[in-house]
């Protein structure tokens, strides 16, 4: 089949769908598959250089609002190129044959966490493409459960890919080196449903001298909170790769306290770089970390005063167990790009079949 990807994500700002594509697109190039797949993106030299592979065709998409974008300019491209099945991220053209990438449903499912805007668009857009879709792929088994449950669909028609890691794995087989100053690290973007505030709080209230608070990501979705200002925190942002691996190599602690996640990459990033994590046990997060994060419930009542008592002890006489190196290649060989590439082209060849 002659396959179209909405890749408009590669050449946009810097977020999750973005990396998560470009890591697929570059384990896919190096599969074998019989099909012919191309890139529509703004910039199509761009694409190619970000991908960096030369086996896809790089189509122009041009600038357009993604309303726009679905309703004419898709159907019009693949009319013209004779695509087959389009591939896509959350939202697809109400025409033609198409797998739907559906990373996750949280306005829907944890609607208080995001503006009435998107809640709505959510609800009017998600649900038009995962109706329509020849198949939906989800990247953890807490949403495939999610959109079964909401849309009731069945296995033929809904299947698993799962993300693999941030960084190629030769990254986190290196010996992390752990500051002679220690710090607690933090990754994710600054909104509601992080729980950054509670970080900080607890961080504040388990009061271990000498040890830094490190937050690395920039805010989103017009959340109004500041990390204050105290000397033992700091907040980091617009991070190159080498500098944030550099940042979970040095660290001592992991923490992450998000109440709601589709996947959870920087959950999975921290323990196969071998950090000790103390992680949310919501949503994606246990089925991530399985036995090797120790949980907790950041919904809780008194969810500050137990990750204060748990970071203190972690520092203290009772530290958090960091992943053996056994856990952590059993951990990589279940999430890896290489296996999301084999996945990926499993669903289309069953979209294929007659």
Known sequence: MRIGIDGHVLTGKFQGTRSTLCSLLRAVAERPSNHEILIYSDDPVAARAIVGSDRFRYETLGHAGSIKRLLRVFPKLFRRDGVDLGVFQ?????????????HDLLP?????????????RTRIFFTLAIRRAA??????????????????????????????????????QCERQPEANPYILAVGRIEARKNVPLLVDAFRQAGVPGVRLVIVGAHDLGFSYRVPEDPSIELRKGLKDEA????????????????????????????LFGLPVIASNRTAMAEIGSRLADFFDPEAPNARDILA??????????????????????????????????????????????
């Open 90 to 102: 959350y939202m697809a053209p109400i025409t033609g044959r198409h797998i739907v990438f559906i």
């Open 108 to 120: 829907i499912s944890h609607p208080h966490y995001f503006p009435w805007k998107m809640r709505m």
């Open 135 to 172: 198949m939906v792929v989800t990247v953890s088994e807490f949403t495939r459960a999610e959109v079964a449950r909401l849309y009731g669909l069945g296995p033929e028609r809904l299947k698993l890919v799962r993300n693999g890691p941030s960084f190629p794995l030769a990254v986190f």
């Open 244 to 271: 944030l691996i550099d940042l979970y190599r040095g660290a001592s602690l992991f923490v992450y306290p998000s109440a709601a996640e589709g996947f959870g990459l920087p959950l999975l990033d921290a323990l």
């Open 309 to 354: 008592r748990r970071i203190a002890a972690h520092y203290g006489e009772n530290p958090v167990r960091a992943p053996t190196k056994a856990e952590r290649e059993a951990l990589a060989a279940t999430f890896s790009w290489r296996r999301a590439a084999d996945d990926f082209l499993a669903a289309v060849d069953a979209v294929a079949q007659p």
